[in-house]
C-alpha cells in the first residue's frame, strides 16, 4: 500500500462509527462514576480538586471498555491502583527534572513491555503514563500527592461499585463470544451449500475459547449455557465440510447433493437457534420442518458410504445442540456446575497469579526483532523527549505533547497513524466546541463539571469505534474540566492544539525511525503456519496407522496450535497490507496464493479427522510413514521458506506412492486425504517456488502496475472530480 492510500485508509477508519460496537448503558454507568467523583469533590472540598481527581475516575471508566474477559469491576479496581501508584512516584521525582526524566522513560518503556500480555494489559498501563504526566502540576506537597492519589484510586473504586451494583448483561462478553461461534459454524455451514470447498473463518471460536477460560471464583457462577456447548460447536465443524466436499462426502450433483443440501440448511437453523439462546438467555425453538429433515430414514435414505456416516454423526451432535437451544441458558445447578462433568473448566489465574506469567512474556520480548520491545523503547523516548520539548516550549501545560505521544503510539503502523491523525483532527474540533461554550454560556464550575460529565458519556459511547469522533469529547472533557478548576479558556485552545500536534508528530516519527514493520516477517509467519499444519495434519494420519493407540488430546493440541499461527499470519497479512513497503521476496499474489495452498492442506486434515476409525479398527502402516514423512518435510519446507529455498516434498511422494501399491489403500477416505494434502503441498511450492530472478521480475511488473494505476487514477480525478472512498474490506 503507497502513503496516499494508507493515510487515506487512516482518515476513513478513524471516522467510521459501526452501531453495533456502542454500548450506551455501560457508556451511562461509566459516566455516572465520573459524574460522583467530580460532584462529592465539588461539594466536600473545591473545583481545582475536583479537576484532578476527576482524571482518576475517568482513565479507571476508560479501562473497563478494553475488550478483556475479567470482570469489569476488577479491571477497574486495577486500573485504579495503576494510576495512584503512577501519580504518587511521579510526584516524588517531580521536583529534579533528571530523576523524574529517568522515572519517566522507566514507567514509559514497562507500560510499552505490558502489551506483552495483551491490548488491554498495554492499554492501561499507557494510561498511567499519562496521568503521571498530568497528575503531577497538581500536588504541593508529599501529603497532598498521597491524598491525590488516594482519592485518584477512589476513582476505580467508583467505578467497581457501580459495576457490581448496576450489572448490565452479565456474562454478556463470553455469551456473545460462544453465540458467535455458534453462528460461525451456521454460516459456514450455509456457505457450503453452494461451494462445498468454502473456507471456515477460526477466528470466532478462538474467541469462544478465551472467553471460556475462567478463574475459580467465575467458574462457580458461570451460567450452564457457558460450559459444554462449544465442543459441540467444534465437533460440527469438520463433520459439516466432510459432509459437504464432493471427493470426502456426497456427488458433485445428484439426489445425493440435493440432501446434503437439505442437511446443511437444517443445520445452520439449529446452530443459529442456539445462537440466539445463548446470546440471549431464553429458549429458541427450532421449526418442525427442520426437524423433519434431520431424520434419518434408514430405507429411504439417500446417501451412502462415508456421506451417510457424516450425516449421523451431524443429526446426533444437532441433537445434542437442540438441547441448548431449548435451555435457554438456565443458571449453573450443584448438579451440573462446572467441572463436575467429563470436561474441566479452562483456568485462568487470577490477577495476583497472572504477575509471574505476565514477567515471564515480558521477558521472552526483550530482543531487538520483537515488536513490543521496539514499541517500549518508542514509547521511553517519546514520553522523555515530549516532556523536554513542552517544558521548553513558552506554551503552557506542556504536558500536552507527551500525552498526545504515549497515548498515540501503538506496536503496529496503521494504529499509531490511524490514532495520531484521529487525536489532532478530534482535538481540533472538540476543542474549537468546547471553547464556543464556554464563550457563550460562560459556565461556572458547577455547570463546567456537568458538560464534562456529558462529553465523558459521549468519549465512553464511542470507545470502540470512530477514534477521531471519540477524541473530539476527549478534548471537549479536558476543556471544561479544567475550566472547572479555574483554567482559562484561552489557556488551552492554542496550547493543547499545538502540543497535542506535536506530540502526534513525535509518535509518527518515532515510528519511521525506529519501526517494526510486519511485511519482511511475512515468510516468517507463513512458514510458522505451515509448519503447525503439517503438526496437525500428521497427528489426524496417525489415527489411522495406531486406531487402539489413537489420542485426540494429541491431534486437539495440534489443532489448537496451527489456528494460533494460522491468526499470526493473516494479523501480519492484513497489518502488511496497510503497511507502506513492499516484501521483496513474496508479492501479494504469492501471499494470496500460499495462503489457498496451506488453508487446503489443514482442510483435508480436518476431512480426515471427521472419519478417523474407531479404536477397535486395523491398524494402517502406511499412514504412518506417510505422517512421520509429512511433518518432516513441512517442518523442512518451513525452514527452507525462511532461507529462501524453494521447498520439496520428496519424503512425502514416496510415502504415496508407497501407499497406492499397499492393501490398506483400498481405504478410500484415508488415501484420497493424503492425497489432497499432497496436492495442497505441491500448490504451496509452485506459489513461493519462484527463482530470485522471477521473484524480481514479478516485483517489478507490480511496481509500475500499480504506477500506471496510481496515474490513471490522478487523471481521471483530475476529469471528474474527486474519487470515491475506498471500500470498506471489513
Same mark, same amino acid.
Given at each position: 500500500?503507497?502513503?496516499?492510500?494508507?493515510?487515506?485508509?487512516?482518515? *476513513?477508519?478513524?471516522?467510521?462509527?459501526? *452501531? =453495533?460496537?456502542?454500548?450506551?448503558?455501560?457508556?451511562?454507568?461509566?459516566?455516572?462514576?465520573?459524574?460522583?467523583?467530580?460532584?462529592?469533590?465539588?461539594?466536600?472540598?473545591?473545583?481545582?480538586?475536583?479537576?484532578?481527581?476527576?482524571?482518576?475516575?475517568?482513565?479507571?471508566?476508560?479501562?473497563?471498555?478494553?475488550?478483556?474477559?475479567?470482570?469489569?469491576? +476488577?479491571?477497574?479496581?486495577?486500573?485504579?491502583?495503576?494510576?495512584?501508584?503512577?501519580?504518587?512516584?511521579?510526584?516524588?521525582?517531580?521536583?529534579?527534572?533528571? $530523576?523524574?526524566?529517568?522515572?519517566?522513560?522507566?514507567?514509559?518503556?514497562?507500560?510499552?513491555?505490558?502489551?506483552? #500480555?495483551?491490548?488491554?494489559?498495554?492499554?492501561?498501563?499507557?494510561?498511567?503514563?499519562?496521568?503521571?504526566?498530568?497528575?503531577?502540576?497538581?500536588?504541593?506537597?508529599?501529603?497532598?500527592?498521597?491524598?491525590?492519589?488516594?482519592?485518584? #484510586?477512589?476513582?476505580?473504586?467508583?467505578?467497581?461499585?457501580?459495576?457490581?451494583?448496576?450489572?448490565?448483561?452479565?456474562?454478556?462478553?463470553?455469551?456473545?463470544?460462544?453465540?458467535?461461534?455458534?453462528?460461525? +459454524?451456521?454460516?459456514? !455451514?450455509?456457505?457450503?451449500?453452494?461451494?462445498?470447498?468454502?473456507?471456515?473463518?477460526?477466528?470466532?471460536?478462538?474467541?469462544?475459547?478465551?472467553?471460556?477460560?475462567? =478463574?475459580?471464583?467465575?467458574?462457580?457462577?458461570?451460567?450452564?449455557?457457558?460450559? &459444554?456447548?462449544?465442543?459441540?460447536?467444534?465437533?460440527? *465443524?469438520?463433520?459439516?465440510?466432510?459432509?459437504?466436499?464432493?471427493?470426502?462426502?456426497?456427488?458433485?450433483?445428484?439426489?445425493?447433493?440435493?440432501?446434503?443440501?437439505?442437511?446443511?440448511?437444517?443445520? !445452520?437453523?439449529v446452530l443459529d437457534a442456539a445462537a440466539r439462546s445463548i446470546r440471549r438467555g431464553v429458549p429458541a425453538p427450532v421449526r418442525p420442518q427442520v426437524m423433519e429433515v434431520l431424520r434419518i430414514d434408514e430405507e429411504h435414505e439417500v446417501l451412502e458410504g462415508p456421506a451417510r456416516q457424516a450425516a449421523v454423526q451431524l443429526v446426533s451432535l444437532l441433537g445434542e445442540v437442540l438441547e441448548t437451544a431449548e435451555s435457554g441458558g438456565m443458571p449453573v445447578t450443584p448438579t451440573t456446575a462446572p467441572g463436575a462433568g467429563? =470436561?474441566?473448566?479452562?483456568?485462568?489465574?487470577?490477577?495476583?497469579?497472572?504477575?509471574?506469567?505476565?514477567?515471564?512474556?515480558?521477558?521472552?520480548?526483550?530482543?531487538?526483532?520483537?515488536?513490543?520491545?521496539?514499541?517500549?523503547?518508542?514509547?521511553?523516548?517519546?514520553?522523555?523527549?515530549?516532556?523536554?520539548?513542552?517544558?521548553?516550549?513558552?506554551?503552557?501545560?506542556?504536558?500536552?505533547?507527551?500525552?498526545?505521544?504515549?497515548?498515540?503510539?501503538?506496536?503496529?503502523?496503521?494504529?499509531?497513524?490511524?490514532?495520531?491523525?484521529?487525536?489532532? /483532527?478530534?482535538?481540533?474540533?472538540?476543542?474549537?466546541?468546547?471553547?464556543?461554550?464556554?464563550?457563550?454560556?460562560?459556565?461556572? /464550575?458547577?455547570?463546567?463539571?456537568?458538560?464534562?460529565?456529558?462529553?465523558?458519556?459521549?468519549?465512553?459511547?464511542?470507545?470502540?469505534?470512530?477514534?477521531?469522533?471519540?477524541?473530539?469529547?476527549?478534548?471537549?472533557?479536558? +476543556?471544561?474540566?479544567?475550566?472547572?478548576?479555574?483554567?482559562?479558556?484561552?489557556?488551552?485552545?492554542?496550547?493543547?492544539? @499545538?502540543?497535542?500536534?506535536?506530540?502526534?508528530?513525535?509518535?509518527?516519527?518515532?515510528?519511521?525511525?525506529?519501526?517494526?514493520?510486519?511485511?519482511?516477517?511475512?515468510?516468517?509467519?507463513?512458514?510458522?503456519?505451515?509448519?503447525?499444519?503439517?503438526?496437525?495434519?500428521?497427528?489426524?494420519?496417525?489415527?489411522?496407522?495406531?486406531? #487402539?493407540?489413537?489420542?485426540?488430546?494429541?491431534?486437539?493440541?495440534?489443532?489448537?496450535?496451527?489456528?494460533?499461527?494460522?491468526?499470526?499470519?493473516?494479523?501480519?497479512?492484513?497489518? !502488511?497490507?496497510?503497511?507502506p513497503v513492499r516484501h521483496r521476496g513474496l508479492t501479494r499474489r504469492q501471499a494470496e496464493d500460499a495462503d489457498e495452498a496451506v488453508e487446503s492442506l489443514g482442510r483435508a486434515a480436518m476431512l480426515l479427522e471427521t472419519h478417523l476409525p474407531e479404536r477397535g479398527a486395523r491398524p494402517n502402516p502406511e499412514a504412518a510413514r506417510f505422517a512421520e514423512a509429512l511433518e518432516a518435510d513441512t517442518a523442512q519446507a518451513a525452514r527452507d521458506m525462511r532461507e529462501r529455498r524453494n521447498p520439496d516434498w520428496d519424503r512425502?511422494?514416496?510415502?504415496?506412492?508407497?501407499?497406492? &501399491?499397499?492393501?490398506? #489403500?483400498?481405504?478410500?477416505?484415508?488415501?484420497?486425504?493424503?492425497? @489432497?494434502?499432497?496436492?495442497?503441498?505441491?500448490?504451496?511450492?509452485?506459489?513461493?517456488?519462484?527463482?530470485?530472478?522471477?521473484?524480481?521480475?514479478?516485483?517489478?511488473?507490480?511496481?509500475?502496475?500499480?504506477?500506471?494505476?496510481?496515474?490513471?487514477?490522478?487523471? *481521471?480525478?483530475?476529469?471528474?472530480?474527486?474519487? $470515491?472512498?475506498?471500500?470498506?474490506?471489513?
Open positions: 500500500m503507497t502513503w496516499l492510500r494508507a493515510l487515506k485508509e487512516i482518515v *476513513r477508519t478513524g471516522l467510521t462509527i459501526e *452501531r =453495533t460496537r456502542l454500548e450506551p448503558l455501560v457508556a451511562l454507568r461509566a459516566a455516572a462514576g465520573v459524574a460522583i467523583v467530580i460532584g462529592l469533590a465539588l461539594w466536600l472540598v473545591s473545583p481545582a480538586y475536583a479537576a484532578s481527581t476527576a482524571f482518576g475516575a475517568f482513565s479507571a471508566g476508560t479501562a473497563t471498555f478494553q475488550r478483556s474477559w475479567r470482570p469489569r469491576k +476488577v479491571i477497574a479496581l486495577a486500573a485504579g491502583v495503576g494510576l495512584a501508584l503512577s501519580t504518587f512516584l511521579g510526584y516524588l521525582a517531580a521536583g529534579h527534572i533528571v $530523576p523524574f526524566l529517568l522515572l519517566l522513560a522507566a514507567w514509559s518503556f514497562l507500560a510499552g513491555m505490558a502489551w506483552a #500480555a495483551g491490548p488491554t494489559a498495554g492499554i492501561v498501563a499507557t494510561a498511567t503514563v499519562g496521568i503521571m504526566l498530568v497528575t503531577i502540576t497538581l500536588p504541593t506537597s508529599v501529603e497532598q500527592a498521597l491524598e491525590h492519589a488516594v482519592v485518584i #484510586a477512589l476513582g476505580g473504586v467508583v467505578q467497581a461499585t457501580l459495576i457490581l451494583l448496576f450489572p448490565i448483561r452479565r456474562w454478556g462478553a463470553h455469551r456473545d463470544a460462544l453465540a458467535d461461534a455458534f453462528a460461525g +459454524v451456521a454460516d459456514y !455451514a450455509r456457505r457450503l451449500r453452494h461451494d462445498p470447498t468454502a473456507t471456515f473463518d477460526p477466528e470466532p471460536m478462538m474467541t469462544a475459547r478465551d472467553a471460556a477460560a475462567v =478463574t475459580p471464583a467465575q467458574a462457580r457462577r458461570r451460567p450452564a449455557a457457558l460450559h &459444554g456447548p462449544r465442543g459441540l460447536a467444534e465437533r460440527i *465443524r469438520p463433520v459439516v465440510a466432510a459432509l459437504a466436499d464432493p471427493q470426502v462426502g456426497a456427488p458433485a450433483e445428484g439426489p445425493e447433493r440435493d440432501r446434503v443440501r437439505e442437511l446443511l440448511a437444517a443445520a !445452520a437453523d467429563d =470436561t474441566p473448566p479452562l483456568l485462568r489465574p487470577t490477577i495476583f497469579r497472572q504477575v509471574p506469567v505476565v514477567l515471564r512474556e515480558m521477558r521472552s520480548e526483550l530482543h531487538r526483532d520483537s515488536p513490543i520491545m521496539r514499541h517500549a523503547v518508542r514509547l521511553a523516548a517519546v514520553a522523555s523527549l515530549g516532556y523536554l520539548l513542552g517544558t521548553w516550549l513558552p506554551l503552557g501545560h506542556g504536558y500536552w505533547a507527551p500525552i498526545a505521544s504515549v497515548m498515540v503510539l501503538r506496536p503496529d503502523f496503521h494504529q499509531t497513524y490511524a490514532r495520531a491523525v484521529g487525536r489532532f /483532527a478530534g482535538t481540533l474540533v472538540g476543542v474549537a466546541l468546547a471553547t464556543g461554550v464556554v464563550q457563550l454560556a460562560h459556565p461556572d /464550575a458547577s455547570l463546567s463539571g456537568g458538560l464534562a460529565v456529558v462529553s465523558a458519556a459521549l468519549t465512553y459511547l464511542l470507545m470502540r469505534t470512530g477514534y477521531a469522533v471519540s477524541q473530539c469529547f476527549t478534548a471537549a472533557y479536558v +476543556v471544561f474540566l479544567l475550566g472547572m478548576g479555574g483554567e482559562g479558556w484561552h489557556q488551552t485552545v492554542r496550547d493543547r492544539v @499545538l502540543l497535542t500536534l506535536l506530540g502526534g508528530a513525535l509518535a509518527m516519527l518515532a515510528y519511521l525511525v525506529f519501526p517494526a514493520w510486519e511485511t519482511p516477517r511475512l515468510l516468517d509467519r507463513l512458514a510458522d503456519w505451515l509448519a503447525a499444519n503439517g503438526r496437525y495434519a500428521a497427528a489426524v494420519v496417525r489415527g489411522y496407522a495406531d486406531p #487402539a493407540g489413537r489420542r485426540r488430546a494429541d491431534v486437539r493440541q495440534a489443532l489448537l496450535a496451527s489456528r494460533a499461527a494460522n491468526a499470526a499470519w493473516r494479523k501480519a497479512l492484513d497489518r !502488511a497490507k496497510q503497511e512425502v511422494e514416496e510415502a504415496l506412492d508407497a501407499w497406492e &501399491g499397499a492393501e490398506s #489403500a483400498l481405504d478410500p477416505v484415508a488415501r484420497l486425504g493424503a492425497e @489432497l494434502q499432497v496436492q495442497a503441498l505441491e500448490e504451496l511450492a509452485t506459489a513461493v517456488g519462484r527463482t530470485p530472478l522471477e521473484r524480481d521480475i514479478e516485483s517489478s511488473r507490480l511496481e509500475r502496475q500499480e504506477r500506471a494505476e496510481k496515474e490513471e487514477g490522478s487523471r *481521471r480525478e483530475g476529469d471528474t472530480g474527486p474519487a $470515491p472512498p475506498p471500500k470498506d474490506e471489513g
